[in-house]
């Protein structure tokens, strides 16, 4: 598994995008300057009439270039970051298709790249909340933007709401993002959502009038109240494209991608690091997740059916947001389930989201349930229409759980269990902050820095499992034999306390 395989499954579009991607970067190392030409040329296939074209160089856009910069948390791929897509947003305005884009940066008096440029340096310093005068008591409301990837809101975006909370008794919450975020913390009496729908499969276009939509909704939001009443706090939100494109003047920015950029602690921490600094006194701060008092009732009647007695009980995802360099392989995936199984531990397995998800965990439901061994492992698939039944029975008489359907009962069947095994995606930031030990399978990090980041943080035991699947190291069991290693001291710790 490597890159090489993902480039041959390019298309010619796809592969002349990435070239210019390459091109840009390639520059960047060598010169340490700015490649204009690159960046125009993708823009130009990017706001192009033909679909294929626009998405083959919007997934170059962001898969060849934005992501890397931004995990490489380096203070320099934020300046480059924010030249090149100051310059594609300004490309984008600049067509039929992008004349909402336009009207709205006229509105915010943004009228070139230049300004853009120059609102998101000012971004980068980090000033103290304004409380003079008692504003934070003044304040009645505080919209507060979702990072979009759930395991981001987890990691980030609650670790910030929970300060808020604490500092702002008296306002109103409202968490802006995807249906999926209220599920994870709609147990929360102090929130409230509003739904802001981001295409992360869109074209640049779609993906840039997400921000015409939120600023629709912010308007709506504050329109009953005086500026100095509410707050916008941007935990460095892909909804404004990572600070470049305005809200409003009472706003606050968390650079994600820079804050802490000598230290290798975690998101949690830099974030919890951030809300000191705004407000001026240490607090000691963890993820947090709220869940709604329907899916917590359900997963405990589930898994207390299910672990019949002291068997330990394991939840496992497989999914990688369709990242391939994020996965093992199938072979991996089949025996970890199955060597559990046959230590006698019972295992929840969320099927995922998306086909090929779907597909790979098929294959492990049918190894573990057909494997050529001394019996078969005893398979319950389950989904919300088959749930009210299975909540009525006595006991449920499964060694693998197959979970199929929503985010938020997954992640109280999470909270419900002695341990979490998973590849780096919303998972683990789950499990973590539910205080459930996990195994962190990370794969794919493109940098040492994005593995300290992104490692799991709560009021629990994570182990993190590093794999360089980016330089074609392959599993030759040591990697299975690892997460067994530590899912036995897991489990045996949990049972000891």
């Not at 470049?244 to 994600?256: E, I, K, Q, V, W």
């Not at 407000?279 to 008092?293: D, M, Q, V």
Request: charged content about 25%; proline content about 3%; aromatic content about 6%.
């Amino acid at each position: 598994m490597n890159t090489r395989i993902e480039t041959e499954n390019r298309s010619p579009v796809e592969s002349k995008a990435h070239s210019l991607a390459s091109e840009f970067f390639s520059r960047a190392r060598e010169r340490g300057d700015y490649s204009q030409e690159s960046i125009k040329a993708l823009a130009e296939m990017a706001v192009s009439e033909d679909e294929a074209t626009a998405k083959a160089a919007t997934g170059a856009i962001f898969t060849s270039l934005v992501e890397p910069l931004a995990d490489s948390f380096d203070p320099r791929a934020v300046s480059l970051y924010n030249r090149l897509f100051a310059q594609l947003i300004d490309c984008c305005r600049k067509t039929d298709a992008g004349a909402a884009l336009a009207g709205e940066l006229a509105n915010f008096h943004l009228s070139d790249e230049r300004d853009l440029l120059i609102r998101a340096e000012r971004l980068r310093t980090v000033t103290g909340f304004n409380d003079r005068a008692g504003q934070g008591r003044a304040v009645k409301r505080v919209i507060v933007l979702s990072r979009v990837t759930l395991g981001a809101d987890v990691a980030i975006t609650s670790v910030i709401i929970e300060r808020l909370k604490r500092e702002l008794p008296g306002a109103e919450i409202v968490l802006l993002g995807a249906r999926k975020a209220a599920e994870l913390f709609g147990g929360d009496a102090r929130l409230s959502f509003k739904e802001i729908n981001y295409l992360r499969a869109g074209t640049l276009i779609e993906r840039l009038l997400a921000w015409t939509e939120l600023v629709r909704t912010t308007r709506e939001l504050t329109r009953d109240i005086k500026p100095d009443e509410f707050l916008i706090v941007d935990p460095d939100s892909r909804l404004t494209q990572l600070g470049l494109l305005p809200l409003a003047d009472n706003y606050l920015f968390f650079p994600s991608r820079e804050y802490g950029s000598e230290t290798q602690h975690t998101l949690s921490r830099l974030a919890a690091a951030w809300t000191d600094e705004l407000f001026g006194a240490h607090e000691t701060l963890f993820p947090r997740i709220s869940l709604r008092s329907s899916d917590r009732n359900a997963a405990s009647a589930l898994v207390n059916r299910m672990r019949r007695g002291a068997r330990p009980i394991v939840t496992i995802n497989f999914g990688v947001g369709e990242n391939p360099l994020k996965r093992i392989n199938d072979e991996f995936e089949r025996q970890l389930v199955a060597s559990l199984i046959e230590e006698g531990t019972r295992v929840i397995l969320d099927k995922g989201a998306g086909e090929d998800e779907i597909k790979r965990a098929d294959a492990v439901i049918s190894h573990v349930a057909h494997r050529s061994s001394e019996r078969e492992a005893r398979v319950l698939e389950m989904d919300e229409a088959s749930l009210p039944e299975l909540l009525s029975s006595t006991a449920i008489d499964a060694e693998l759980l197959v979970w199929s359907g929503r985010i938020g009962l997954l992640a109280a069947l999470i909270s419900e269990s002695n341990l979490y095994i998973g590849y780096d995606s919303a998972g683990q930031h789950i499990a973590a902050a539910a205080g459930v030990a996990c195994i962190d399978v990370f794969a794919g990090f493109s940098s040492p820095r994005m593995l300290d980041r992104w490692r799991p943080a709560g009021p629990c035991t994570s182990r993190v499992i590093a794999v360089d699947t980016i330089n074609a190291v392959t599993d030759d069991g040591s990697i299975l034999s690892e997460t067994l290693r530590h899912a036995r001291e897991l489990l045996k710790a949990s049972f000891s306390r």
